[in-house]
């Protein structure tokens, strides 16, 4: 959330939270004065809140704002995900991409993670169908201005167990964007 309300324009702007699974995250920005439209592609999310939608398909009003939260990684077309928020994003729109880069792991995130020995074999299968980081950044290099890219700590996150922060601190990304003007070259931190 820090990482995210850190990189939003001021409130009121018009905020797409894509991928928003229950709409924890854009109930928090509406409190806080933002107004969002939450989409997720699964109907079990629907809500008076959260709209049932794909994103790589979805078409609206312009968006000050889009924030991938932990969904870039679930979505089965990166590329169309990526030009639709291009898309979607008003002149000078943000692009937050808060993420997880699995392919990152070595075999002591992976034996903490399932509280187990040699278990990097079973993390590989386990994430291999996601998007990799390197796929994820890649995908949105391609279309936009990269403003800020920073690898940070993601399991103690996921576990929800803060005594994890320290142990890793390679598998979390977080991404700021914008739409690449007509010639401008990208220079990706
Ligand atoms: C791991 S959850 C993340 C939920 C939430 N953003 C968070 O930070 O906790 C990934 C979500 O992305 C949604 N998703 C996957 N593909 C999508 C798509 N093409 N369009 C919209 N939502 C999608 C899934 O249904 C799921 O709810």
Redo the contacts with the bound molecule.
Sequence with gaps: MEFITAHLPPPPARVL??????G??ADRLRDAGYEVTA????PE?ASPTVRV????S?DDERFDAII????LH????LDK?IDRASALLAPGGRLIV?EFAHERADAAIADRFYDEPESLERWREHHHELHTGAAMIDAIVRRFAVLSLARVPYLHRYLEDDSLRDVESVLGIQLTAEPRHAGQINRCP
């Design positions: 939270d894509a991928g928003c699974g229950g924890e995250l989409i997720d592609i699964d999310h939608a794909d994103i790589c979805y991938f939260s932990l969904s679930h979505m089965c077309e995900a808060d």
